[in-house]
């Protein structure tokens, strides 16, 4: 695929409350520890909004605006020309800049993701405040949420058309926010789209690692800059008419109830889809809201015989989880009593002198208590005109009752029905394991409000206020730390076993434990938008991504039941066809019946990936989808970016080489009032040697980022360069200046020349510290059987070769731009799975390019949490190879629960055609197989991480170049 183009200046942009950016900064300026506050007072404490009946407390029907003024307080000035790109490999500069700019009208910023150049990442200082320009659908009055921060929007753009030609971009979050599939209300904005004089062609395209709607034109029908308007009014059209909603669905008794509910709402009138995860208990549906509202959706979903509740961010489970009608109440004790009338019925029949009538009335209640909720879940699929288990299992207990089979009738729905409740107890296990994770969250906040504490609903805590937190006592929000130091235990959140130590301006997250002394923590998320509660959101929602043989199972079981059906039916007449006696055959039509029921197909993945989603995200991996799980499990190559995965990201001015006639504080002054202007780590380097050696840089204006190359600034009417090599192309260097880098890179360092009014003054070389224990983890991800590791990387060659020497990596590429790292992902994935390690920012189309795109740091990365298809919570690499044994080990249990599944059912279904068995022993074998499926997927659950040893590396062993 062609890369995007540049498209002439960018866009002139003003932060406001439509402002989609989120434009807080990382570094300096925004975690200034302010003015002392005054010393906590801990008498006097109001309870706010908790006690007191007639306060609010915000919940499922609360339709209060929740949107937060912000006061952000990083400001870019109009002259502002910087580039906000991602880091693309070369001499790349960050995020944060002096604090006098302000976002302004004569702000020349690229805010989009281009191709290199300065990483600017935008953090959490901008908050979004609804008002006039909410675009949120709030639904139909009690519908409420949260609003999450705001996903940045790319510009739209130009680019080559795969198949030849232009077409233009839109970022598809832009487009139908919310959107991920061409599905639904994808297909609504396509019809719209191509129905438009001149547009030839519409479709989803992912090569710059995220979604695109692309539009393939004829320009000689329609001009670009009329496109570009018509394509953005249709799609704000379109996504003011169809929306997307999420609930919980309470009253479940199957994973056919699931097929029920998909079933029933795709016939409303408005509804696009309807798609249920049986295993998390989760509903979306896409709808057209000018034909149908969601009341009218949870009204349908009612007369289905469920409930849907609408979620609350950071839980896996309903608030009602034991209210979602008689299921959850009834199933356990109509088991038993099931159980009971049975074995009576057969006590009565052996061994009292009663009628053979009382035994087999007892027989009867034994049916009806065991078959309560299967038989009123088949009529509801036979009022619907479907066929599923429930209604397979019903008919063949009725047949044999009416052969006068009773208590095979009655065993057949005890076993059925006591299969159905234990196994609902094991996913609620593992829902309820993932629910844990939002439990250590606190209920409620000790907000500052002056000289007093009040204990506030984290629900109701806006971002800016402060709230302190005791020794021993879990963070209520995410935040900044601005008074007191201490160590915070962060297992919940990243999995790393040890505290660690904390200071004014350091980033904390909600539910990790404040281990030792009192801090005071400024909010920067709100209670649904925290780490934690996106984690359990994602991972309650990871099984509706479904992998492979999720899709295969769930395919596999729908087509099944009807055919079994049919079958049933057609068998006994063959039989009696062939002189055996309608008894026997009706008899052997019900065994085989009972044999061919696909229960344990339907559940025999759900478990294994609910499952395994669930013990990652306890050991510090956050895996978003059964798919993601499966094809992690296939990898055997893997693709590593330098900076920040296997390097700390944080390099050091080691040598200052001038020319002949110049200073060290001369080329290095000059080189820090440029870098100043920027965040990045190499910038950091930089100003932070200068200060060292007390040089005081003059003030540099005017900065502007070269792609993947340095950066152009302005001191005084001098303009001054500095970068790679490769930003002085086309110029004659001095033999000079080419030999100096050339030592600096032979001793692994990367460069940077500078040059001040086209006089070469000198280069500096920096280095970064290879990470504690990254040689362990390649050599136990080759112990797992990964085949191949490869280092891509925009450093320079020798400094990549050095650090995959140090590490182990089989090979390094470098120079690389982003294009290239896409390239060198693609080649090695023609040979096998590959996964990709990023940064999850940077990276990010590399990390699409990837079967699988593998983020570090996500616990404060916003970015890698959106990205990414694995995020690694914490900077510990080795969570890695944990996360890949996991994988492994989860595809390889639902493989098995499939064999499981199928060969137990094609045994007996050979068995029952030969009547080689009866039908009490295709139930306890039928009934057996689907317990032992969900045992055999509830055993992931276990699964904890290994502690890998690690041996520190020196800052790759380098030290400063001879002079």
């Known amino acids: 695929?062609?890369?995007?183009?540049?498209?002439?200046?960018?866009?002139?942009?003003?932060?406001?409350?439509?402002?989609?950016?989120?434009?807080?900064?990382?570094?300096?300026?925004?975690?200034?520890?302010?003015?002392?506050?005054?010393?906590?007072?801990?008498?006097?404490?109001?309870?706010?909004?908790?006690?007191?009946?007639?306060?609010?407390?915000?919940?499922?029907?609360?339709?209060?605006?929740?949107?937060?003024?912000?006061?952000?307080?990083?400001?870019?000035?109009?002259?502002?020309?910087?580039?906000?790109?991602?880091?693309?490999?070369?001499?790349?500069?960050?995020?944060?800049?002096?604090?006098?700019?302000?976002?302004?009208?004569?702000?020349?910023?690229?805010?989009?993701?281009?191709?290199?150049?300065?990483?600017?990442?935008?953090?959490?200082?901008?908050?979004?405040?609804?008002?006039?320009?909410?675009?949120?659908?709030?639904?139909?009055?009690?519908?409420?949420?949260?609003?999450?921060?705001?996903?940045?929007?790319?510009?739209?753009?130009?680019?080559?058309?795969?198949?030849?030609?232009?077409?233009?971009?839109?970022?598809?979050?832009?487009?139908?926010?919310?959107?991920?599939?061409?599905?639904?209300?994808?297909?609504?904005?396509?019809?719209?789209?191509?129905?438009?004089?001149?547009?030839?062609?519409?479709?989803?395209?992912?090569?710059?690692?995220?979604?695109?709607?692309?539009?393939?034109?004829?320009?000689?029908?329609?001009?670009?800059?009329?496109?570009?308007?018509?394509?953005?009014?249709?799609?704000?059209?379109?996504?003011?008419?169809?929306?997307?909603?999420?609930?919980?669905?309470?009253?479940?008794?199957?994973?056919?109830?699931?097929?029920?509910?998909?079933?029933?709402?795709?016939?409303?009138?408005?509804?696009?889809?309807?798609?249920?995860?049986?295993?998390?208990?989760?509903?979306?549906?896409?709808?057209?809201?000018?034909?149908?509202?969601?009341?009218?959706?949870?009204?349908?979903?009612?007369?289905?015989?469920?409930?849907?509740?609408?979620?609350?961010?950071?839980?896996a489970c309903s608030h009602h989880a034991h209210g979602g009608g008689l299921a959850p109440l009834l199933e356990m004790p109509l088991v038993v009593a099931s159980g009971v009338l049975l074995v009576?019925?057969?006590?009565?029949?052996?061994?009292?002198?009663?009628?053979?009538?009382?035994?087999?009335?007892?027989?009867?209640?034994?049916?009806?208590?065991?078959?309560?909720?299967?038989?009123?879940?088949?009529?509801?699929?036979?009022?619907?005109?479907?066929?599923?288990?429930?209604?397979?299992?019903?008919?063949?207990?009725?047949?044999?009752?009416?052969?006068?089979?009773?208590?095979?009738?009655?065993?057949?729905?005890?076993?059925?029905?006591?299969?159905?409740?234990?196994?609902?107890?094991?996913m609620d296990r593992a829902r309820r394991s993932i629910e844990s994770l939002g439990a250590l969250r606190p209920e409620v906040a000790r907000v500052r409000r002056g000289a007093e504490l009040v204990e506030v609903p984290v629900a109701q805590v806006q971002r800016g206020d402060r709230v302190v937190v005791r020794p021993g006592d879990r963070v209520p929000l995410d935040g900044i730390i601005r008074e007191g130091k201490s160590s915070l235990e962060q297992a919940a959140i990243t999995g790393e076993s040890m505290p660690v130590a904390k200071v004014p301006g350091d980033e904390v997250f909600s539910g990790t434990v404040n281990c030792e002394a009192l801090l005071e923590v400024e909010v920067t998320r709100l209670s649904s938008e925290s780490v934690l509660a996106r984690v359990v959101d994602m991972v309650a929602e990871a099984e509706a991504q479904k992998g492979p043989n999720q899709r295969f199972a769930q395919r596999l079981e729908r087509t099944v039941a009807p055919l079994v059906m049919i079958g049933a039916v057609v068998f006994p007449v063959v039989l009696v066809l062939l002189g055996t006696p309608l008894k026997e055959a009706i008899l052997r039509a019900v065994s085989l019946l009972v044999a061919a029921s696909p229960c344990a197909l339907a559940i025999s993945t759900p478990s294994a990936v609910l499952s395994a989603v669930a013990a990652a995200a306890r050991g510090g991996v956050l895996i978003k989808g059964g798919i993601y799980l499966e094809l992690l499990g296939k990898v055997n190559a893997i693709a590593f970016d330098k900076t920040g995965t296997l390097t700390v990201g944080k390099p050091k001015l080691l040598s200052t080489a001038p020319v002949a006639g110049v200073t060290e504080e001369e080329l290095l002054g000059t080189a820090a009032a440029v870098e100043a202007l920027s965040a990045h780590p190499l910038a950091h380097a930089v100003v932070e040697a200068a200060a060292s050696r007390n040089i005081k840089p003059p003030a540099g204006s005017d900065m502007e980022a070269i792609h993947g190359k340095g950066l152009r600034a302005r001191i005084g009417t001098d303009w001054v360069d500095v970068g790679s090599l490769a930003l002085f192309a086309g110029d004659a260097v001095p033999a000079e200046i080419q030999t100096l880098v050339d030592r600096l890179e032979e001793a692994g360092q990367t460069t940077m020349v500078v040059r001040k009014a086209r006089r070469y003054l000198g280069v500096l070389g920096v280095a970064d510290t290879v990470r504690a224990g990254a040689r362990h983890v390649i050599s136990t991800l080759k112990q797992q059987g990964i085949s191949r590791t490869v280092m891509l990387s925009g450093d320079n060659s020798r400094v990549a070769k050095s650090i995959a020497e140090q590490v182990g990596l089989d090979e390094a590429r470098a120079p690389l731009m982003p294009a290239d790292k896409v390239t060198a992902v693609?080649?090695?994935?023609?040979?096998?799975?590959?996964?990709?390690?990023?940064?999850?920012?940077?990276?990010?189309?590399?990390?699409?390019?990837?079967?699988?795109?593998?983020?570090?740091?996500?616990?404060?990365?916003?970015?890698?949490?959106?990205?990414?298809?694995?995020?690694?919570?914490?900077?510990?690499?080795?969570?890695?190879?944990?996360?890949?044994?996991?994988?492994?080990?989860?595809?390889?249990?639902?493989?098995?629960?499939?064999?499981?599944?199928?060969?137990?059912?094609?045994?007996?279904?050979?068995?029952?055609?030969?009547?080689?068995?009866?039908?009490?022993?295709?139930v306890v074998l039928h009934e057996g197989s689907t317990l032992l499926v969900v045992a055999n997927g509830l055993r992931l659950l276990a699964v904890r991480p290994k502690v890998l040893g690690s041996t520190p590396l020196p800052s790759m062993g380098i030290e400063p170049a001879p002079r």
């Not at 699931?258 to 208990?281: M, P």
């Not at 035994?359 to 009529?379: D, E």
């Open 344 to 426: 009576a019925g057969w006590l009565l029949e052996r061994f009292a002198p009663v009628p053979a009538l009382v035994p087999t009335v007892v027989w009867a209640l034994s049916i009806l208590s065991g078959g309560f909720f299967a038989i009123r879940g088949s009529v509801k699929s036979l009022l619907q005109l479907r066929i599923d288990i429930e209604t397979m299992m019903v008919v063949a207990a009725l047949g044999a009752a009416v052969l006068g089979s009773w208590f095979e009738g009655a065993f057949l729905l005890f076993l059925f029905s006591a299969g159905h409740a234990l196994e609902h107890r094991a």
């Open 826 to 922: 693609r080649e090695m994935g023609r040979t096998g799975s590959v996964a990709m390690v990023g940064d999850g920012v940077n990276d990010a189309p590399a990390l699409a390019a990837a079967s699988v795109g593998v983020a570090m740091g996500g616990a404060g990365s916003d970015a890698a949490l959106e990205t990414a298809d694995v995020v690694l919570m914490s900077d510990d690499l080795s969570r890695l190879p944990f996360a890949l044994s996991l994988a492994r080990q989860a595809t390889s249990v639902m493989k098995q629960n499939l064999v499981i599944s199928l060969g137990i059912s094609a045994v007996l279904i050979v068995a029952s055609i030969f009547g080689l068995t009866s039908i009490s022993s295709a």
């Open 1 to 315: 695929m062609s890369e995007q183009k540049k498209s002439g200046e960018p866009r002139e942009h003003v932060h406001g409350p439509g402002c989609e950016h989120d434009a807080g900064h990382g570094d300096a300026p925004s975690r200034a520890v302010g003015k002392p506050a005054a010393k906590p007072v801990f008498k006097s404490l109001k309870l706010v909004g908790t006690k007191d009946p007639g306060k609010h407390v915000h919940g499922p029907g609360c339709t209060h605006d929740h949107g937060s003024a912000h006061a952000p307080t990083h400001e870019h000035d109009p002259g502002c020309t910087h580039d906000h790109g991602p880091e693309q490999g070369g001499h790349d500069h960050g995020s944060a800049h002096a604090p006098a700019h302000e976002h302004g009208p004569g702000c020349k910023h690229d805010h989009g993701s281009a191709q290199g150049g300065h990483d600017h990442e935008h953090g959490d200082g901008h908050a979004h405040a609804d008002g006039a320009a909410c675009g949120h659908d709030h639904g139909d009055g009690h519908h409420h949420h949260h609003h999450p921060t705001p996903k940045k929007i790319r510009p739209p753009g130009y680019r080559a058309a795969e198949g030849g030609g232009v077409a233009l971009q839109l970022d598809l979050e832009g487009a139908l926010p919310g959107e991920t599939n061409d599905h639904g209300r994808f297909q609504k904005l396509e019809e719209a789209l191509e129905a438009h004089h001149g547009v030839l062609d519409v479709h989803i395209r992912r090569d710059q690692g995220y979604a695109e709607v692309c539009l393939h034109y004829n320009p000689k029908l329609v001009n670009s800059a009329a496109l570009l308007a018509t394509a953005q009014r249709t799609s704000a059209q379109v996504a003011r008419r169809y929306k997307d909603h999420t609930w919980f669905v309470r009253g479940m008794s199957s994973a056919d109830s699931a097929t029920a509910i998909e079933h029933g709402l795709t016939k409303v009138k408005g509804v696009l889809s309807a798609n249920v995860a049986y295993a998390s208990e989760r509903l979306v549906v896409e709808y057209d809201s000018e034909e149908v509202s969601l009341k009218d959706i949870e009204s349908r979903a009612k007369s289905l015989g469920y409930t849907l509740e609408v979620p609350s961010h950071g839980h």
